[in-house]
């Protein structure tokens, strides 16, 4: 009997294993139910980190720019390309996972290059490597993570990955962006832990905490990057090897770092030249002011008496005090009210003068290096604040508010004017604090060729009723607007005063020894600009519209008003560039480079 044919199982090979894919790393949803509640939380749980993560890069990135290409400059444009990256970075799928630790290190390199690139260029192309290349791996991973939600099979290819897109940029990596922006001055003046440098290690652990893949691996992979921050890079803060490691760089410079903080406004640092012998106060790309060193040789064939200022402008918004009204306001009796304090040179004049001194500055590591470092007498009382929210207070309480007799506003960040502190409702509230016959000094350093800059003049003109003047730091090529109501000459440093401003006379009491003062206190007549309130329409002649008064008229309305500042971002730019250039021929590069 013949038997059938049996069937054996043979034993199956087993499958090789597969390297593992990103794929293989989301986490394994319900396919079933791709948006359940418990999908859906293990999908947020991985992408919102990521884009928080993201979010916070980016202020961090331009705040380590700013020491080299100035805020504004380094701002230009990091808008559009941050939504750029993170809906690239969605589509483009592609994680730099051990980039974060080498950032520091590739940007300190291409730093030396902000000379060569300028400040549009370098900074963009500086700002792709230390926060650009961070966004669109952490959009990828976001996007891959929510592949499990189904969205495509749900809404179609295009809106699938359209629409998750755009609603997460829009109403959660912009909203935290922001935050992070608002936040990060405050939490460097907390600790010095939160410093944008350090910040960058911190970020570089936490993405590698965060990735799906081998974590301990990739802070392998960071060692020689931490040590390279620790030994080498002059930027870290977080030891005082770095500072000495600074000033070794800079020593072939001749220039010293005596202290250095980030703080509220940026980058603050004294910096100190042997060669020059002068010590300035740096904020970012941008010097707040300096002195002259009184140094043995100076005092004894030169006949200094104190350190003297490197800017002349300073000594001339002392001025106030001399200008004629009626009643005489003695010394002893004055109040006097300093808005913006840089290195303190005008209210030490104000303090050795016995006129009561009230500073009001936004940072407070500008207050503590003037003290410290420029000899600002303790007499006085500073107020570390907002100026903008102060005054709008003092002005609400008015009756309960000291009124000042001499008033010297003289502000500037980020390579330009803070033009919330020029607007009508700002200077109405300075005004409102001025007595009757006080007096106010103002700087602003501006080219008259910008529309912004005449209007910032004719809101000044506007505001004190036309009792102005306005003196450039040098003489104007032409001294009458021009028939586009242009004022002559580049622009530059320029004061405007309420009062008539007819009688000034300086004697030797009032130089307090310094030989600049003796020089510059009282504005030259040469040196006295147009006041260019009149704005012509077009077609219009030197003359205006031809009409008596209607060019006064017009002019009202040519002001700047709160909440019109973005309006003129762009020439706030133009003016930002053009102050970077003029700090790079001020100091060495290497200088600003290497902070």
Known sequence: MVKGRQSVRLPQRRKADLPSSPESETPKLETAKPLSSENIQKVLLQVLPLLTLAALVSPVSQATLAPVYGSISSNVNHAEAITATVLLGFIGRHLWRNWAFWMPALQAYLFGYSGKWGPVLGAIITGFVSCHSFTMPSAYAAAHALEGLGLQEQLGDIAGVALPAIILDLAYFRPMEYAFSYLLPRLTTWSTIFSPPNLQYLIATLYALLSPSKPYWLATLGIPALLHGLLANPHLDISPRNLEVLNRDLAPHNWTVLARQWSTTGYLSVIEGSADQYRALRCDHSLL???????????????????????????????????QVSPVIRDSDAHALVVGLGIGTAPKALIAHGITTTILELDPVVHAFATEYFALPAEHTAILSDAVAWVASAQTNINATQKFDYIIHDVFTGGAEPLPLFTTSFLSGLRALLTPNGVIAMNYAGDLRLEITRRVLNTIYQTFDGQCRVFGDAAPANTNPTADGRGGGEGGEGEGEEGAFLNLAAGRGDWLGSRNREQFLLPREEFEIAFPYSFPREGAGAGGSGREGEGKEEGKEMVLRKGEEGLWRRQQEESAIKHWQIMRRVLPGAVWEMW
């Open 289 to 323: 002011g300096g002195e002259w060193l009184l140094t043995d040789q100076k005092r004894k064939e030169e006949g200094w008496q104190v350190p003297e200022s490197i800017y002349a402008i300073f000594h001339i918004l002392e001025a106030v005090r001399l200008v």
